[in-house]
């Protein structure tokens, strides 16, 4: 059964600071335009292996920042054959990849990563998440990592946790790392901090914020208390 932690007073005003107010958000001023269509379907031919050494090839001309041009000057290849190329159009011979390889300056077989490349899925049925110590746990908040890809095609990394608190929990509104965090309220009631706004959370309710500013429960309102965290940091800074 859900109880009241009345007694439970936000950290700011323990350590004599200005109460901060409590934040408003109008979902009419969050309308911004979406740059991917998640049901739009990949291209059908992304496991051609023509294609996946075109983008490869593509991927290395625009990393050293030269123009097909240049690369068709460094490797006697013609620019209508290297524009073939990079859109998968045509197969290029081992000589021509030979020579890509030595303009590009990486090894042959870095053309076909891509089409070798696995997609990885990571499935966690119920109760079944691993319990792991986060700075929050010496607070007596409890971590339940529901699944983990480190390496993976996109360069970022996400880390889904089911956070439970309990009567023996303390608040911690001084988190700080890197990347964004999305929560969702599963159970109980908490005014979340996020810098100097106020969240006042239920069920049902979700906060999305840049975690490089300190974050963290400020009241615990209702206990036990459960959420949804999904921390999202680039692959370099893992």
Known sequence: MAKKATSLKPAAAAAGKAK???AVIDPRKMRAPLTQNPHAIRDTREKVLEVAIGREVRAFRKKLGITVADLAAATDISLGMLSKIENGITSP???TLQALSRALGVPVTAFFRRFEEERSAVFVKAGEGLDVER?????GH???LLGHIGSNTSGVVVEPYLITLTEDSDVFPTFQHEGMEFLYMLEGEVVYRHGSNLYPMKPGDSLFFDADAPHG????TVLPMRYLSIICYPQSAG
């Open 20 to 22: 901060p107010s409590v």
């Open 217 to 220: 429960p400020e009241v615990l």
């Open 142 to 144: 409890q971590y339940n």
């Open 135 to 139: 700075r929050g746990t010496r607070a």
């Open 93 to 95: 011979s081992l000589t």
